[in-house]
């Protein structure tokens, strides 16, 4: 009976969640980035009805665009080249060298479903384990993490999205994981 009346009201905040993440989305006009008075502001779409049929999210532009790709509500091109071969790398890094706050799980497959590796290395990242001092004085400077987070991915504000390992929880050795098996996805 429990179970019932936790689905039921669960049900009930889902569509409300889903309106609150709306109202947030500022019209062009009243955004700070567009001119209101280019004639462009008739012509473009108002976030909230471009992204009002997207996965929620609670930062940024409230969109979770990971979501979005996974189910299918968007196709991004993959490659601008047609030579571009799209290697979705299924592996995580944890990061320990995080003082007090929990350890930072890097996940390359929530980025390389968007980007070519050469992205991203070596002219931001090293590929070398423990080649890049990587910390947040140089992520707010936009380097590193910050070269997109706070610009075009979700932003700086959300710790917890990245600094998501308790270390006395987990079990593994800090660095790159073993690569999750990608057959399937891939096939």
Known sequence: MKLTKYLAVLLILLPCNLVAVQQHWKSLINDGVHDPTSPAIGILQEPSQAFSLLPADTAGNKVSWVRALREQYIQPRT?????????????????????????????????????????????????????????????????????????????????????????????????????????????
């Open 79 to 187: 490659n601008i080249f047609p030579e571009t071969k799209i290697n979705v790398l299924d592996m995580d890094i944890i990061m320990d060298r995080t003082g007090e706050m929990p350890m930072v799980r890097f996940p390359h497959k929530a980025h390389t479903e968007w980007l070519d590796c050469e992205n991203c290395h070596d002219d931001i990242f090293i590929e070398i384990a423990d080649a890049n001092p990587v910390n947040m004085f140089a992520i707010l400077a936009g380097e590193y993490c910050g070269r997109c987070h706070g610009a075009v991915a979700f932003p700086l504000t959300e710790c917890n999205r990245c600094h998501s390992v308790d270390r006395n929880t987990f079990t593994g050795q800090p660095g790159a994981q073993p690569e999750k098996d990608l057959t399937d996805m891939l096939n």
